[in-house]
C-alpha cells in the first residue's frame, strides 16, 4: 500500500516551520495513543505514523530530501513502519527529543513502562554507490560489502559472561532513573528524574564481561547488504536503509545505512533531469537530400528519419526514451539535437560544384520567423 504524505498525516501545509512541525506531531502523538486508546490497532497505527512522518519532517536533511524526491528518496525503508520498531522504541527515541514529561499524562507509559531501561541507538553507515545510465533509468539491485559493528554471538549484545553476570546498580537500585531535589534562589525545592547515569537506564551493571567483546555487546565484522535502488534516481540522492547501520552496544536497534548515489557519465547522452540530450552530427548533403540515421537510446541504438531540408538546431524528440521520475510521474523524453556539419575543405571539383549554386534561389536563406528566433528554440531544448 502507498505511503500516505507526510506533512498530510502532521496536518501542516509544506512550508510549515519546525516548533510547527513538533507542535502538530505532539498533537497527534497525544491523540492517539495507546493508553488513550487501549485495544484500537487503527490508532496505534496512526501513532506509529505520526512518529514515522516527525522522524523524517523534523530532521534537516531527510526533509529536504523528501521534499525533492519523496518516499523515494528516503529508500523505501525510513522511519518506523515496516522496522519492526514497537512502540516503547518510539517513545525512547523521541523522549530525548521532547523529555519523558510528553507521554507522561498517561500512567507513564514510554519510557518508564517495563521498567526505565533506555533504547540504545546503533551509529548510521554512509557508502557511495556508482550507477550507469542504465542502472539508473531501469533501477538496480546493488550488493555492497561494509565493515560494520555487529551484535556479539557469544553473549548476544549483553556485554556479560552470562545471565548472572550482573549487578543491581547501586546509584539507582535497579530503578534506571535517579530523583534529585534542589532548592531554587526563592527557596522552592524542584524535583528532577533523569536517567541513571551509571547504569544508562539499565537498572544493572555488569559484573563479569565478555571475553568475546569485553563488555561492549558488538564486534567488527563484515556483512554483504542488497539494496532495490528504484528507477530515477539522480547523483547527489540519498538513500537510506533502515535497520542496516552499526549495531547499538548491549543491544537496542540498529542505526541506519545511508546510501550516496553517484551517477556515471555516460559516453554519448546527456541527463537533463529526466529528459535525456543527444547530439547528432550530419552531412551537408544528408540534411539536403534527407536520410534515415541511427541514434543511441538507453535500451539500445534506434533509427530516425532526418527529412530532406532540415536545418541545423532542429529538435528531434523521442517520447518516453528518457529517465523515469523517481516517484513513478511518467518518463521523459529523448531530445535529438541535429547540427549540420559543413566542410572546412574541399577539393577544387568539390569547390566547382557549390560555386554553380551560389546564385541559386534554393540555397539562398528564406529562414521562417520561428527558424529566426533561434534564442526561443534553444530554450525549450534546455
Known amino acids: 500500500m ?4 507526510y506533512y498530510e498525516i502532521l496536518e501542516v501545509q509544506k512550508n510549515a516551520t519546525k516548533d510547527e512541525i513538533k507542535k502538530s506531531y505532539r ?50 525503508n525510513s522511519g518506523f513502519s515496516g522496522s519492526g520498531m514497537t512502540i516503547e522504541d518510539i517513545f525512547s527515541h523521541f523522549g530525548d527529543i521532547f523529555g519523558d514529561s510528553m507521554f507522561g499524562d498517561f500512567g507513564g507509559f514510554g519510557r518508564s513502562r517495563g521498567g526505565s531501561r533506555r533504547v540504545n541507538k546503533g551509529s548510521n553507515l554512509r557508502v557511495k554507490v556508482k550507477l550507469n545510465l542504465k542502472e539508473i533509468v531501469e533501477g538496480v539491485e546493488k550488493k555492497i560489502k561494509v565493515q560494520k559493528y555487529v551484535t556479539c554471538n557469544t553473549c548476544h549484545g549483553s556485554g556479560a559472561s552470562g545471565n548472572s553476570a550482573f549487578t543491581t546498580c547501586s546509584t ?24 541513571c547515569p551509571s547504569c544508562d537506564g539499565e537498572g544493572r551493571q555488569i559484573s563479569s564481561k565478555c571475553t568475546s567483546c569485553y563488555g561492549e555487546g558488538i564486534v567488527k565484522d563484515e556483512e554483504v547488504i542488497s539494496i532495490r535502488i528504484p528507477a530515477g534516481v ?50 551537408f548533403p544528408d540534411a539536403i537530400l534527407g536520410t534515415a540515421i541511427e541514434v543511441p537510446t ?35 523524453d529523448l531530445l535529438v539535437n541535429i547540427n549540420v556539419w559543413v566542410p572546412k575543405s574541399l577539393s577544387k571539383e568539390e569547390k566547382k560544384i557549390f560555386e ?24 525549450n531544448i534546455l
Open 172 to 195: 539507582c537500585n535497579g530503578n534506571g532513573q535517579v530523583t534529585r531535589i534542589t532548592s531554587s534562589f526563592f527557596g522552592m525545592q524542584m524535583q528532577t528524574t533523569t536517567t
Open 298 to 332: 538507453v535500451e539500445g541504438r534506434v533509427k530516425v528519419k532526418i527529412d530532406a531540408g532540415t536545418q541545423p538546431g532542429k529538435v528531434l524528440r523521442l517520447r518516453g526514451k528518457g529517465v523515469p521520475d523517481v516517484n513513478g510521474y511518467g518518463r521523459g
Open 356 to 379: 554553380k549554386f551560389q546564385d541559386s534561389q534554393s540555397f539562398a536563406p528564406h529562414p521562417t520567423d520561428a527558424e529566426r528566433n533561434v534564442f526561443h528554440r534553444m530554450k
Open 2 to 5: 502507498a505511503k500516505r504524505d
Open 234 to 283: 539522480a547523483g547527489g540522492m540519498q538513500l537510506s536503509v533502515s535497520g542496516k547501520g552499526n549495531a547499538a552496544r548491549q543491544g537496542g536497534i540498529n542505526g541506519d545505512l545511508l546510501v550516496m548515489i553517484e551517477e556515471e557519465k555516460h559516453p554519448e547522452l546527456v541527463r537533463n533531469e529526466s529528459d535525456l540530450l543527444y547530439n547528432l552530427f550530419i552531412s
Open 27 to 76: 498533537k497527534q502523538a497525544l491523540k492517539y495513543h495507546p493508553d488513550k486508546n487501549p485495544g484500537n490497532k487503527a490508532a496505534e497505527e496512526k501513532f506509529k505514523e505520526a512518529a514515522e512522518a516527525y522522524e523524517v519532517l523534523g530532521d534537516d536533511e531527510k526533509r529536504r530530501r523528501y521534499d525533492q524526491y519523496g518516499h523515494a528518496g528516503l529508500g523505501g
